[in-house]
């Protein structure tokens, strides 16, 4: 099956500082791939994704970098606020599947 | 949240016994998964469907099966529940919008004693 990691499992940050989240994947021919949020006792939550072709993709105060030569997907947060404690995981997506890393825990220090 | 709901949303069982969750959307998506997430592992995908009466397996369904009849519900059924079943379930729906996405549902915290 597909093999999608996280580098690390926890991250600590002071509020106002930027995140970085980091992803491995193994697929190659994966179409897209997503960042999402999970908050504790809730459903994960969309946060970006970015297709294959793109090496960048940003929304408001994330920045999704792609680097397929390393199979290697970041997600940076800009000036982490205390709502962005929460689990990100990483997916791609090949055909019809989904298939999810393991998520890092990302706590905000006010 | 994509309209989704998860019944019921928590569950104890004993052994044996079997299982039924319900998922039910209202923005008539297409394909619909479900996930079982436990500590240590990524969510794990069950069964996925493509469609009313199209279903297909995901890298976990060994002791569940998925029925959908009509476009808003995709039921995951558990045979005879197991201990190792024990976990959160979560349905989601796929949205081919302008971002390839997953919406998921609340989850199902489902206990097998």
């Known amino acids: 099956g597909e093999s999608v990691g996280l580098h690390l499992p926890t991250l600590s940050v002071q509020e106002g500082d930027n995140s970085i989240i980091n992803c491995a994947y193994s697929?190659?021919?994966?179409?897209?791939f997503i960042w999402y949020k999970q908050e504790s006792g809730k459903g994960p939550q969309f946060i970006i994704d970015?297709?294959?072709?793109?090496d960048k993709r940003q929304g408001q105060r994330v920045t999704v970098l792609l680097n397929k030569t390393v199979k290697h997907l970041s997600l940076q947060i800009a000036a982490t606020q205390p709502g962005d404690s929460a689990v990100y995981f990483c997916a791609e997506i090949t055909g019809n599947q989904f298939y999810f890393g393991t998520g890092t825990s990302l706590t905000v220090i006010p | 949240d994509a309209g989704i709901t998860q019944s019921p949303r928590h569950k104890v069982t004993e052994t044996g016994t079997p299982v039924t969750l319900r998922c039910h959307q209202t923005e008539n998506h297409r394909y619909m998964y479900w996930y079982r997430q436990d500590p240590g592992h990524g969510l794990r995908l069950i069964h996925y469907s493509y469609g009313v009466k199209d279903t297909d397996k995901g890298e976990v369904s060994d002791g569940y099966s998925v029925s959908r009849s009509k476009t808003e519900d995709f039921l995951l059924t558990l045979e005879s529940a197991t201990s190792s079943q024990t976990s959160v379930y979560f349905c989601?729906?796929?949205?081919?919008?302008?971002?390839?996405?997953?919406?998921f549902g609340p989850g199902t915290r489902l206990l097998v004693l």
């Open positions: 970015i297709r294959s072709n793109m």
């Open positions: 989601a729906i796929r949205d081919r919008g302008p971002q390839e996405t997953q919406y």
């Open positions: 697929n190659s021919a994966s179409d897209y």
